[in-house]
């Protein structure tokens, strides 16, 4: 089991950039597939972007590709969202997600098992 906590947002206006960090419990991160999805109000939870277990796929929604990078540290049990250019219709919560042993269906949120608390990110016009 892993336990996931998000870190990073804040408020920023249209054009900024935000990272956004996701630190896990355990010493198994590295066995994880990682997730970024967010959710806006009144709207679906939605994907944003996937790193598979060993790295060999990274995902993006189309909304955000060329803007937002995934990435992760194993040495530091951390994925990261990179998010650059950043629009107002980018504000909801983000959620990080994890799924063990994970490199196929990483754009579906019932692929992961474990989610985090979620994180604001505002973006102002």
């Known amino acids: 089991q892993v336990q996931l906590v998000e870190s990073g947002g804040g408020l920023v206006q249209a054009g900024a950039s935000l990272r956004l960090a996701c630190a896990a419990s355990g010493r198994t991160f590295s066995s994880y597939a990682m997730g970024w999805f967010r959710q806006a109000p009144g709207k679906e939870r939605e994907f944003v972007a996937a790193v598979g277990w060993n790295g060999n796929t990274i995902d993006y929604a189309s909304s955000v590709k060329g803007r937002f990078t995934i990435s992760r540290d194993n040495a530091k049990n951390t994925a990261y969202l990179q998010m650059n250019t950043l629009k107002p219709e980018d504000t909801a919560v983000y959620f990080c997600?994890?799924?063990?042993?994970?490199?196929?269906?990483?754009?579906?949120?019932?692929?992961?098992?474990?989610w985090g608390q979620g994180t604001q990110v505002t973006v102002s016009s």
């Open positions: 997600a994890a799924a063990r042993w994970r490199e196929q269906g990483l754009s579906a949120a019932t692929t992961f098992a474990y």
